[in-house]
């Protein structure tokens, strides 16, 4: 995707938690996956109802555990105990996604597994929060940036600035700050 229609994708997505979220609705279970398309290109979210239920079956969790917030992962997949910021969680893992146009488990191990999270992926994989945090600022553009989405030489500039901004974002969301 060009980074206009991914950057669409991150608003859109943004508007849904803020609505669900203004009306007490926790997701839960916010992931790539769970954004459809339409014939337009319109990002629309879904499968919250099925969150509900799927956390409740341990072979169901499989596939979340790298879009869920540690404080989740560390309580067992009790549906009562997501909430707004787990959502955010899982919203900075998305525009993470959406910026890196990696998946949220990077196929190349930075470091041997390091804390409980780690431990649980696959052997050659890291979270991808923990993959883009291995970088400063400086190396954003040449190794984290998706170099599909920079577009065209006459947009570069204009579209780094906002994938900037946009993985601060991401990263602030993903932070373990209470």
Partial sequence: M???KRLRVALAMAEALVYLHEHNI??????????????QWEPHLADYGLAQIALFYPNAKSGMTTYLAP???????HPEAANPSTDVYSFG???LELITGKSSK???????PSDEVDAKLSSGH??????????DEQQWV???FDSKALGSEENFHHIKQEMTQLLKIALFCVSHND
């Fill in 2 to 4: 060009k980074w206009e």
């Fill in 106 to 112: 990077v196929s190349t191990t930075i470091a041997p």
């Fill in 126 to 135: 890291t979270l991808l929060p923990q993959w883009v945090e291995s970088f």
């Fill in 71 to 77: 404080e989740l992962l560390s309580m067992g997949f």
């Fill in 93 to 95: 893992i998305l525009l």
């Fill in 142 to 144: 040449t190794d984290v």
């Fill in 26 to 39: 926790v997701h839960g279970n916010l992931k790539s996956s769970n954004v459809l398309m339409d014939k």
